[in-house]
């Protein structure tokens, strides 16, 4: 890998960021509707729960499979492109995902059973593929942008900022637009959503690809052959990377504890609250933190280091869900308030996360090439992305079984009994708590790279600014 200082490129500047924000976004809208698949599969397509619960964790390990190969396809792939080939794979999936994301919402309520079953399966598996093979070139893009540890930082957090923006449009809209006043799921209106989503993503996806700059390209010898891809080479060399491993355990941990909770979640305003469509609102405040520390997370990275500032972070969040557990959260405005109050402290100590842990994964990279004399950008991101899969299967699967167990009856919609309310109650500040503990763990006991020994790779890199 080669800075290509010598070449003339434009300053790094905004556009840099924002137009790595705009592939975020973009992704985002075809990402953010995925929190509602178990809620419209089970109470307005009439999936079984245990049926359900088997079907996620069955199309979530394939995209988890599907992400190393892609990464190692885009590793080995050495033709010549006009712009990047990175790029490349990101215009394609773009056009994918256009229509992809609708068909995980296919409204055919009178379908049998087997067709339904069929139907989820095979739109989640073609979503997933186009998805793929936009987001693991795109996730790779950051270490090629610039070599610098706080524009790195920079692009991360423009990167949630793009995430955000998506999230947020579509969190605040989607609980008024998907929910009847009577609290029940009106899945047919998810198609046209989709839809329009795939439009809007498509057009965030355009303006990235014309607007990334490419400063850090890998230069290969003479007759050099890519590698043939092997599973079990790529997840031991992952494995040996401790920063990639501290890095990617985190995100698990938040996948696990966070779709855990969204089919818990999802009851409890609608059976607990009984005001399914403010959920939406509430869950905005998850994204103070970001805005809270995003004009100074520059000074952050520069004073504290980026390992120190977001394991203090994730150790605010554990704080913040033993409280969720043990306050009296009840049915009405003042356990509501509770909630929020908790919710709020959570967002101050997750905030400095959601502005730096993209740029963690770029470290990371560094940290290979460093270490082992190797890099590999599509594999290493494709196997962070392949565990985070994992982790988005058995989140929801963990969740909805937990549920069900718990007394969760799909067919009720938001007229559960007020024993099985509370239980989602519990069962989400549970499986929050889960999430802070496992990413306090990972930043904090498995992540290597601290302040010191990220400026001593830079210089022996010969990356460090004079």
Known sequence: MADTATKKHRKFGMLDKVAYGAGDFGCNMSFALKGTLTIFWTQFMGIDQYVMTVLLLLVQVWDAINDPVIGAMVDADRRKYKRNKFLQYVWVGSIGLLFAGALCYVPWQGAPAMAKNILFVAGYILWDAFYTIANVPYGSL????????VERAQLSTWRSIGSTLGSVSCQILLPILIYDASNNLLGDRIFVLALGMGVIGFIAFQFMI???EIRVEREFKVGEEPQ??????AIGNFLRNRPAVGATLAPVGMFIGMYGAQTALQIMFQAYF???RISGI??????VGLILYMPFIGKIVKKFGKKEAITVGSLVSVVAYVLMLVLPITPDGKGLALFVVCQLINAVGAGIGTCVSWSLMADAMDYEEWKFGVRNEGTTYAMHSFFRKLAQGIGPSMGLLFATWLGYNAKLGPDQTAAVALNMRYLTAGMYLLSAVIQFVA????????????????HDLGRDKE
């Open 274 to 276: 009984k005001n399914a």
């Open 210 to 212: 014309r607007n990334t």
């Open 228 to 233: 043939k891809f092997n599973i079990f080479k």
């Open 443 to 458: 930043y904090g006991l498995i992540y290597n790279l601290d302040k010191k020994t990220l400026a001593k790779m830079e």
């Open 142 to 149: 950051l270490s090629l942008i610039s070599a610098d540890p």
């Open 282 to 287: 509430i869950g905005m405040i998850s994204y």
